[in-house]
């Protein structure tokens, strides 16, 4: 029987987190997908500011941390973003001009593209509480990074990569239901008297099912299914995101043959 292709879909999203469902490849090609989403895909990030005026309490150190700290919005293709990784190019251009006429608080609405548009998906992040007559304008610039030399750049966070869990209710459970007040997570339950799995997808693989009925219930992972989970930053949305980290990992593997096939081809000509 040959084995079904690779394959992916969603779990399950809530808010900003997903759970993918990556088939038909190794764990190793899974966690190598999860590192280029985390560490490769290439994101905007505040990088360079001018004050032009700071007549708050603040040092501009302090408020330029806070400022890098916001996740931009990135609009570009996976391709572009892919592009950007090899030959880092992407630059914006924002302003900041924020005038307190009574005590508020600056929130990162007030970060504005050159086009007057708001430039994080989070306006609601506060940067500095100012007083009345206080002002803070500044001139700023987002360029293109990854979160291997800044976690400012990380369009997720939060990831992992699990094995898709199987969990056996054995013959000898005597429907105790102590292992399902144990699991942590409602993967396993107790209805009318009865121990269920209610959605193998939220089994974290943690065991303590197991401790408390090692006889009764057995957990263990697909060697061939994997669940990717993350959480989104704000800069790329999951698909762009996820195709961008596919679209590297393949050019990065695609240059390596490359130098492997020149290697092989000067042997063969020695
Ligand atoms: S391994 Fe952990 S998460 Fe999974 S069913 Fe058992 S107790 Fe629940």
Wanted: hydrophobic share 40%; net charge negative; glycine share 6%.
């Amino acid at each position: 029987m040959t084995e079904a292709g690779p394959s992916l879909s969603v779990i399950s999203k809530e808010g900003q987190s997903y759970k993918i469902l990556l088939e038909g490849i190794s764990i190793a090609l899974a966690n190598s997908i999860r590192r280029v989403l985390l560490a490769f895909v290439p994101t905007l990030a505040i990088d360079e500011i001018i004050f032009d005026e700071n007549n708050t309490s603040f040092y501009r150190e302090y408020i330029a941390h806070r400022l890098a700290l916001i996740p931009i919005k990135t609009v570009m293709s996976y391709e572009e973003l892919a592009d950007n990784y090899f030959e880092p190019k992407a630059e914006v251009d924002m302003a900041l001009d924020a005038k307190a006429e009574k005590d508020e608080v600056v929130y990162a609405s007030e970060l504005k593209f050159p086009d007057g548009s708001v430039a994080t998906e989070h306006p609601r992040i506060p940067i500095i509480s100012l007083t009345a007559g206080q002002n803070l304008r500044a001139e700023l610039r987002a360029k293109i990074g990854t979160g291997r030399d800044h976690a400012k750049w990380q369009p997720v966070s939060a990831t992992s990569v699990i094995n898709y869990p199987i969990i056996k209710i054995n013959g000898s459970c005597e429907d105790c239901a102590k292992c399902a007040s144990a699991c942590p997570t409602g993967a396993i339950t107790e209805k009318n008297g009865k121990l269920i799995v209610v959605d193998e997808a939220l089994c974290t693989l943690c065991g303590m099912c197991m401790d408390q009925c090692p006889e009764a219930i057995s957990v263990s992972g697909d060697p061939r299914r994997h669940i990717l989970s993350f959480d989104l930053n704000g800069q790329l949305d999951a698909r762009t995101a996820l195709t961008a980290a596919l679209e590297i990992l393949n050019r990065e593997l695609g240059n390596i043959l490359s130098q492997l096939e020149v290697l092989v081809n000067e042997e063969k000509t020695q």
